[in-house]
């Protein structure tokens, strides 16, 4: 069983950075692709940036391009999330989940889910 738990958010000021990590546990994360979601709150829970399996990475918010970029550590079986140039509307508690090799951004397709953490950004 694979379980995933996030960590790194906390309070940043606007135009600063943050590295969330989302660290694996159970199952070895090498088969797995990541996506990093968001959830703001009364708002739906939007995908936001993927790793594959082998590495190939997919943007899905377009208000983050350019800013966000997500990378994965297979031996330490942890993927992470740097961001910079942080936002006001990057407030949200950030999920990692994982599904199978391919990357998505459809919520009802990840099989494993993290707890999430909060990322608050001051104005």
């Known amino acids: 069983q694979l379980q995933l738990v996030e960590s790194g958010g906390g309070l940043v000021q606007t135009g600063g950075s943050l590295r969330l990590s989302c660290a694996a546990s159970g199952v070895t994360l090498e088969h797995y692709a990541i996506t990093w979601f968001r959830q703001a709150p009364g708002k739906d829970r939007e995908g936001v940036i993927c790793i594959d399996s082998s590495g190939g990475t997919t943007n899905y918010a377009d208000s983050v391009k350019g800013r966000f970029t997500i990378s994965r550590d297979n031996a330490k079986n942890t993927v992470y999330l740097q961001m910079n140039s942080l936002k006001p509307e990057d407030t949200a508690v950030y999920y990692c989940?994982?599904?199978?090799?391919?990357?998505?951004?459809?919520?009802?397709?990840?099989?494993?889910w993290g707890k999430g953490t909060l990322v608050n950004v001051l104005s």
């Open positions: 989940a994982a599904q199978n090799y391919y990357c998505s951004d459809y919520v009802g397709w990840m099989d494993y």
